[in-house]
């Protein structure tokens, strides 16, 4: 079973979500479980969420949440800080009422503050959030593409956050288009190997399959559709048959495109898996 999908809207009620990514040919979705931009979840009713968990039961559909866009787990900002724990928190807890597999974070921005401190906060932040929620959901930090004072653009950075961590609950979600831009080239299996022996590919749950706008190492953070970018096709080929990457559940975030439709690119993926057994 290949869990590939997207991320798509919950515009009209959570439960919906099942509706959108069942027609474009999901196995797996990505949603926000409440406004990406704001900081306190918006409630939920009971009815609400026996209909999504209803809808996950009758398509078996993969649901990962991923948090808002605000949180910054790495400030060290009092006030900030406090805010994103307590939505990390929250968050957990949603995930536990939906029976989501997974709730993907990002590491954030020290602001300044050093790569020491800020990593330190991340882990500090993961686990009061773990203490304070009854969630056995994991979370999976994500990698960044290199933006100033962002953490997560080398892979270390990540591995350090789990060894502060400890926890079984913690785990990685590797974006391609971020990785490329970071200076990693997923393109080449050698270039693999050097890769996961910076993180233990037994951590990584969840794939983020973008192509990338820009050219490798340019720490841009700029999405192409699959073969549309300087990934391509042959690249992505190559990425999706190194051993262990398809167990994974992959997820894009790519553009609404004129050029391919969504479910047309859902489609193009599964036959980079398996090009036989898909055809």
């Not at 993969?62 to 866009?69: A, D, E, F, Q, S």
């Not at 050698?190 to 990584?204: C, K, P, Q, T, Y």
Request: a negative charge.
């Amino acid at each position: 079973m290949l869990y590939i999908g997207r991320h798509v809207s919950i515009s009209g009620g959570i439960d919906t979500a099942f509706d959108k990514a069942k027609s474009i040919g999901c196995t797996a979705m990505q949603i926000f479980a409440t406004n990406p931009r704001g900081w306190k979840l918006s409630p939920i009713d009971a009815g609400s969420v026996a209909q999504f968990r209803a809808k996950a039961s009758k398509t078996g559909i993969r649901t990962v949440v991923h948090m808002p866009y605000l949180p910054n787990i790495a400030s060290s900002k009092k006030d900030i800080y406090e805010k994103s724990v307590e939505s990390l928190t929250q968050n957990l807890d949603r995930c536990s009422m939906l029976g989501a597999s997974y709730l993907v974070a990002h590491m954030g921005s020290h602001m300044g503050d050093g790569k020491e401190k800020g990593l330190g906060n991340i882990a500090a932040a993961i686990g009061r959030a773990v203490d304070a929620s009854d969630s056995d959901t994991p979370i999976l930090i994500e990698n960044e593409a290199g933006h100033a004072n962002s953490l997560g653009e080398q892979l270390a950075d990540m591995a350090s956050v789990a060894g502060m961590v400890g926890s079984r609950r913690l785990g990685f979600c590797l974006d391609t288009c971020h990785l490329f831009a970071a200076g990693y080239d997923i393109r080449s299996h050698d270039a693999l190997d050097r890769m996961f022996s910076e993180i233990d590919i037994g951590m990584v749950h969840a794939l983020h399959l973008n192509d990338a706008k820009m050219e490798l190492g340019s720490h841009r953070d700029r999405h192409a559709n699959i073969g549309f970018g300087y990934i391509g096709l042959e690249g992505f080929r190559s990425f999706l048959s190194y051993d262990g990457v398809q167990s994974k559940t992959i997820l894009l975030e790519t553009p609404i495109s004129d050029e391919i439709s969504e479910a047309d690119e859902i489609a193009a993926v599964r036959l980079l898996c398996d090009p036989v057994r898909n055809k």
